[in-house]
């Protein structure tokens, strides 16, 4: 019979974990444990004061290294982390299990405060409030004054009642971690996704490497380039400091004459581009888009993270976008890196490697552009082995279109592929081959294209300014029929958002399932039923299901007292709204709604949301659980992911054979087909070399 350990640690490191990331954190030279708190099956909470000069008991130790111990933490892969460098071994990922991950599953928050309030914990539950002072005081180095005598370090000794109040503080942390643990039981974690989370602490822990010298390159080449735009923007301007929105904002209004609306890129990426402005200010403009541009951030992320075995981990938060389920960029934010599109890229890299400034002026034109495009480049692969990188194809597009049963796009997924020309075909009634460069018809493929970005989920004319249609060139009083037409050649994705609009109210409402899924009449089946069977055409039976199968419910745990409405995803992995109730929308219309985390806020609060909301979370949820399983085989299969971004696996390996050979197994076993998913096309493409970029 398997123990449970639930554990909570306080330590020490004079890296700051917040930018640096667990794994350098760990590897820091000054690292130590202070305190180690426990529970075993549910005891009453145990601390030792490993600060201080006590010891772990050896059947503690034991157990961190036993199967048959279970160990649970809240935000696990720290404890895990900081475990396996005590011990000087990589703990197993199997016997770990993350009480963030599932509050984060049941569509709870991340912060062990924060989930606690969210589930009502009562108040002897609760984190201690006291405890991000006393994590300052212990855990991080603190500054040298006259005061404290010059020290660097707070130790216990320097004030005993703080460490007593750290040392209940951390007793506390268990307490809440167990309460939510037990008050989440109801709605357990899947085997598959417990094993997911288990694959994704391995990847994180395995990280990916990174090439310093030409980090440190870019780092000076963009400093060298700040310091000359900044000087010319001075000079430009007169102003103090050109680089503050205020300033350089009056100095442009009062020069062109209007009041401008704010400084954001693309305000003045708009303005620059006009042709009744001055030079004077054209320049200005392109300089404020160039300091932009040189803005170093993710190069010093990189540098800030990397460990000293030359590798960067813990890209990913597994379930960090938890209405969905998918991973959340951290650090680097790999998920939000700049396209490359300079070419030779080879080159590029060498002369920032070489600090060959005028090179790379020379050839690239602008350097801060060519910084931002090449960051991508700073993931590379070891000597002796090659990062082979391969995506999903409209991922989106496909699976919206599975689940809604749209066989015309199907179709168009299942041969050539070309959703944009065949979107624009079917919404304007022209013949797909005319959809082509050098016909005057190409010119809807833009339509096509906009119209596929943003139009999926419910979206209307405003979705469509905001994916960039007036950017595109096409007027604003045509978006509304536009709209139209994509609704009318996707009459059964419009269908799936009544459907689950329809569904959520009533299980909300009345209680019990309900499926939700697009079925065909089928008239073969019917004329054998009635031979059969002498039944009329038109019974159950003559229908079949074309599409994907989702399953809302709303499910009550009597324990807590709390009420959800889950998804039944096809993967058999569910989407939970907390609380779900019956509101009022700004149209006079029933409207849904539940207790969630604001994307804007990162609040708990009353949320709302309708059918095409629904539909996109289950889109989203469905090519992530694809991911997911891709990722799961590539493993299986010897490929070792180190990062992953949306629909798209980074793998680094020592070569065996062909890149083509081994490109085609990769995105063979992405492909491959998913059991939980029949009649789902799946295409895969991608690339194998030396450095991280994007075709």
């Known amino acids: 019979m398997a123990h449970h350990l639930s554990i909570d640690l306080e330590t020490f490191s004079s890296v700051p974990i917040s930018d640096a990331g667990v794994r350098k954190y760990v590897s820091s030279d000054d690292f130590e ?3 180690f708190a426990y529970s075993l099956d549910g005891a009453s909470v145990e601390i030792v004061d490993m600060a201080s ?4 008991p050896p059947w503690l130790v034991f157990a961190l290294l036993d199967a048959d111990y279970i160990k649970h933490a809240y935000n696990a892969p720290f404890e895990h982390a900081c475990l396996s460098k005590m011990l000087g071994v990589q703990l197993p990922a199997d016997q770990w299990r993350c009480t963030m991950f599932h509050g984060l599953y049941c569509g709870y928050t991340a912060g062990l405060d924060a989930t606690g309030k969210a589930l009502g914990l009562p108040e002897d539950k609760q984190k201690l409030a006291t405890g991000k002072a006393l994590i300052r005081y212990f855990c991080v180095p603190c500054k040298p004054t006259k005061v404290n005598g010059g020290r660097t370090r707070n130790f216990p000794r320097h004030d005993p009642d703080k460490w007593s109040l750290f040392k209940e503080y951390c007793v506390q942390d268990v307490v809440t971690e167990m309460e939510i643990e037990r008050r989440l039981s109801a709605f357990p974690v899947p085997g598959d996704l417990q094993k997911e989370w288990e694959t994704d602490l391995r990847i994180n822990c395995r990280g990916v490497a990174v090439d310093m010298d030409f980090v440190h390159g870019a780092l000076e080449l963009g400093e060298t380039v700040m310091t000359e735009l900044r000087r010319e923007a001075e000079q430009l301007t007169g102003l103090e400091n050109p680089n503050s929105n205020v300033q350089l904002k009056g100095w442009l209004e009062d020069r062109i004459g209007e009041e401008l609306p704010d400084m954001r890129k693309d305000t003045v990426a708009k303005l620059a581009k006009r042709e009744d402005i001055s030079d004077e200010v054209r320049r200005a403009l392109e300089i404020r888009l160039d300091l932009n541009k040189t803005s170093t951030s993710k190069y010093d992320a990189i540098e800030a993270t990397v460990c000293p075995d030359g590798r960067v981990g813990g890209l990913l938060q597994f379930y960090g976008a938890n209405r969905t389920g998918r991973w959340a960029g951290r650090l680097v934010q790999v998920q939000n890196l700049p396209r490359t599109y300079t070419e030779p890229l080879e080159e590029a890299r060498e002369f920032v490697k070489s600090r060959n400034l005028d090179a790379l002026r020379m050839i690239y034109g602008s350097v801060p552009d060519t ?10 692969a070891p000597d002796g082995h090659v990062l082979i990188d391969a995506d999903f194809s409209a991922i989106e597009a496909r699976v919206i279109s599975w689940f809604a049963g749209e066989h015309w796009r199907l179709d168009v997924f299942r041969t050539h592929g070309k959703i944009y020309e065949a979107s624009a075909s079917q919404m304007f009634g022209v013949p797909l081959e005319r959809i082509k460069k050098g016909n005057p018809e190409y010119a809807l493929r833009q339509k096509g294209k906009v119209a596929e970005l943003a139009l999926g989920y419910q979206g209307g004319a405003g979705a469509l300014i905001n994916m960039g249609a007036l950017d595109m060139g096409i007027p604003e009083e045509e978006l509304p029929d536009i709209v139209k037409r994509w609704r009318n050649a996707n009459s059964r994705i419009v269908g799936l958002w009544n459907r689950m609009n329809d569904a959520a109210l009533r299980v909300i409402e009345r209680g019990g399932s309900l499926n939700v899924e697009v079925q065909m009449y089928d008239p073969q089946r019917a004329r054998a039923n009635e031979v059969a069977m002498r039944r009329p055409y038109g019974s159950f039976s003559d229908y079949f299901n074309i599409g994907a199968t989702v399953t809302l419910t709303r499910e009550y745990d009597k324990a807590q007292n709390v009420t959800v409405m889950s998804i039944r995803l096809p993967s058999g992995r569910k989407l939970y709204y907390v609380k779900p109730s019956i509101g009022e929308n700004r149209f006079g219309e029933k409207s849904i709604e539940y207790m969630g985390v ?14 095409g909301k629904l539909v996109e979370n289950c889109v989203q949820a469905i090519a992530r659980d ?4 891709a990722i799961e085989h590539l493993e299986a299969a010897g490929f070792p992911v180190v990062f992953h971004v949306h629909d798209e696996c980074v793998i680094d390996i020592e070569p065996f054979d062909t890149p083509d050979a081994m490109l085609k ?11 939980w998913a029949p009649g789902l096309p799946l295409g895969a493409d991608g690339w194998v070399g030396k450095f991280f970029k994007k075709d």
């Open 53 to 56: 000069g006590e010891t772990l």
């Open 598 to 611: 604001n994307q804007k806020t990162g609040k708990w609060q009353l949320t709302e949301t309708y059918g």
């Open 665 to 675: 197994q990769v995105t063979d076993i992405m492909t491959r087909p998913i059991p």
């Open 371 to 380: 910084l931002s495009q090449l960051i991508r480049t700073a993931f590379i």
């Open 33 to 35: 444990i202070l305190l």
């Open 626 to 629: 694809c991911l997911s399983q």
